[in-house]
């Protein structure tokens, strides 16, 4: 959905690097989420925000934090990235906590 | 808390066919269900969803059926088309505690359709 946009779409790391993926949408929706894909475990919520000064943890936030720079961007970052980091990651927002929520196209990320 | 599964992590049919992807949540309490699709290298896309006070909902070829009693709900997709070949995510949501606003995933089916 090109409402919703990841930056990179791809990244190699190495492992104890620091890296940031960063997620915008013009859909004008108030929640944000980050989820983390891996083979055979679906999608699992790592962090999420119903808005600008509001932040929760999702269900493997261990490794991770956010950044709710505005209503548009939402950034994720590993501080020290580590091999068992390697995953896909989805950007999703939501107009309602009760509605849809729509995602980006992913960043496959890399750790070495 | 809320967990989402699947009954077959594959299905192959013929084009043409028409295919069911069935799967099951664990609380009684879900009222909010939502079908996503997921091609190779995309994101998941939103298919149908329905709310708990419905036993069905149809779209465009596809139809979702809830099943309240025995915790069930399936996406019927007729008609199957090769360019219906991706994975299918159930997900489901309660008003409930901490999982307000949080979605639960199934694993996913993976659906080829053959020409």
């Known amino acids: 959905d090109a409402d919703v946009t990841q930056t990179p779409r791809n990244r190699i790391t190495k492992t104890g690097k620091r890296i940031m993926l960063e997620c915008s949408q013009t859909k004008g929706h108030d929640r944000m989420y980050w989820y983390r894909q891996d083979p055979g475990l679906g999608l699992r919520l790592i962090y999420y925000?119903?808005?600008?000064?509001?932040?929760n943890k999702g269900e493997i936030s261990d490794g991770y934090s956010v950044s709710r720079q505005a209503q548009a961007k939402f950034s994720l970052s590993l501080e020290s990235a580590i091999p068992n980091q390697t995953a896909l990651y989805f950007c999703?927002?939501?107009?309602?906590?009760?509605?849809?929520?729509?995602f980006g196209p992913g960043t496959r990320l890399t750790v070495l | 808390g809320e967990s989402v599964g699947l009954h077959l992590p594959t299905l192959s049919v013929q084009e043409g066919d028409n295919s069911i992807i069935n799967c099951a949540y664990s609380n009684s309490a879900s009222d909010y269900f939502i079908w996503y699709k997921q091609e190779s290298g995309k994101g998941p896309q939103f298919i149908i969803d329905i709310r708990s006070n419905m036993d069905k909902r149809q779209g465009q070829r596809v139809t979702v059926l809830l099943n309240k009693t025995v915790k069930h709900l399936s996406l019927q997709i007729a008609a199957t088309q090769p360019g219906d070949s991706a994975v299918y995510f159930c997900a489901g949501t309660y008003a409930g505690g901490t999982s307000y606003g949080k979605l639960t995933f199934g694993q996913g089916t993976i659906l080829t359709v053959h020409p």
């Open positions: 925000s119903f808005d600008v000064k509001d932040i």
């Open positions: 999703a927002t939501s107009p309602d906590p009760k509605g849809t929520q729509y």
